[in-house]
């Protein structure tokens, strides 16, 4: 029986790798077996979360927490052949659990026009906006440099692509939504 080797780096004899041994070899690190669990399984997760129609950031933001969950929890996979399943499970959890985070924040609009200058505001309230805002990026500037630096990237009077704003931080695409929730949450402690 000859054997050649296939795209994904395992030796081809006709049968394909059981997912027990691909899940263990991925989580020993190998890196053939982590491209073949993305390319038998890959498209699922995207449809999976495409079907909740988040935003193109949320979406990669579930896409990556999905397989950082199988990357977390290779080796407890109690059925390997039912993979597709678990992680068809897990992004919708992962999505679900964006859309949550969602609701808990308030709209961009809403932000927008409570940042709106009110004309009949009178100086003293002026004065005091002023004092909260500086004292606010105050506390930014004590947070890692990676988060003040996407915080200030994020929070500007001109938005830019999140695109762009990942390759300015240094960042995945697909981390930024993590790392802003995690920097948020420690400038709420702070408060």
Request: glycine fraction near 6%; charge should be positive.
């Amino acid at each position: 029986m000859s054997m050649t080797t296939t795209h994904t780096g395992y030796a081809h004899t006709g049968a394909t790798p059981r997912v027990a041994d691909l899940l263990r070899r991925a989580g020993n690190g190998d890196q053939a077996a982590w491209e073949e669990i993305l390319l038998r399984h890959g498209k699922r997760v995207f449809a999976t979360v495409r079907s909740f129609r988040l935003q193109e950031a949320d979406a990669l933001d579930a896409v990556q927490m999905t397989w950082l969950r199988l990357a977390e929890h290779a080796h407890e996979i109690r059925d390997p052949e039912q993979l597709g399943g678990w992680l068809a499970t897990t992004a919708r959890r992962e999505c679900l659990s964006i859309l949550r985070h969602a609701q808990r924040t308030p709209s961009a609009c809403k932000a927008a026009l409570e940042a709106v200058a009110d004309p009949f505001v009178g100086p003293e309230q002026r004065v005091i906006d002023a004092d909260i805002t500086r004292r606010l990026w105050n506390l930014v500037s004590e947070l890692s440099p990676r988060r003040q630096t996407l915080l200030r990237a994020l929070f500007t009077d001109h938005p830019r692509p999140y695109a762009e704003v990942a390759r300015s931080c240094g960042i995945p695409p697909g981390g930024i939504g993590p790392t802003r929730a995690r920097a948020l949450a420690q400038l709420r402690d702070k408060v």
